[in-house]
């Protein structure tokens, strides 16, 4: 982790909007930092969702449970990354989805109020905002189609193809969970790819 643990948002907010120093100072004021362990609870399900975080370093997993318990992982957050359990966030109910940090690591976050803050006093976060909810929003439903049209293989090859590093750094149960596929199937499919 970087000696300045708000090195990477700064990066980030500088590369995707026009932003001086003083306003770029007041931007990161907003967001606290907090050090995360393996397997943390962040939100509980049937909590009201107070914050979006920023990863710096480990990975966050959005949630579910079915009535079985059987769990179901929405979303992967990674470094460099916003995630948050947004239904909850944004409208201020209670989540049906849990957050999890799958690895040690770091995140800084912000709470509803100050977040909309931001939106209200640097239109160029609005566009930076937008932009980002596009492109997850596009992710989730190419997410949810691969689910519906395409085989196990297919679903582990696509994510082979888009984001290789999750299959060696997180545990087989979360990326087959992840794939909609058994630990098993995962197993026999990484058998067959030489890393």
């Excluded at 920023?54 to 929405?74: H, I, P, Q, Y």
């Amino acid at each position: 982790m970087s000696a300045n643990p708000y090195q990477q948002l700064r990066h980030f907010v500088s590369s995707n909007m026009r932003i001086d120093e003083t306003g770029l100072n007041v931007f990161c004021k907003k967001f606290r930092h907090k050090t995360i362990k393996r397997n943390e609870v962040l939100l509980h399900a049937g909590e009201i969702n107070p914050y979006i975080y920023f990863v710096n370093a480990g990975c966050l997993r959005v949630f579910m449970l079915d009535v079985n318990g059987k769990e179901s992982t929405r979303f992967l957050v990674t470094e460099g990354r916003f995630g948050t359990a947004f239904p909850s966030f944004n409208l201020q109910e209670p989540s049906l989805a849990a957050i999890q940090s799958i690895e040690p690591g770091d995140v800084l976050y912000i709470n509803h109020c100050d977040f909309n803050d931001l939106l209200d006093n640097f239109p160029g976060w609005e566009h930076v905002y937008r932009v980002g909810l596009e492109k997850d929003y596009i992710a989730s439903i190419k997410r949810i189609e691969s689910l519906i049209t395409m085989d196990a293989r297919q679903r582990y090859q696509l994510l082979m193809q888009t984001n290789p590093t999750l299959i060696q750094r997180l545990p087989s149960k979360i990326i087959a969970d992840y794939l909609g596929i058994s630990q098993e199937t995962l197993s026999r499919l990484k058998s067959k790819v030489n890393y």
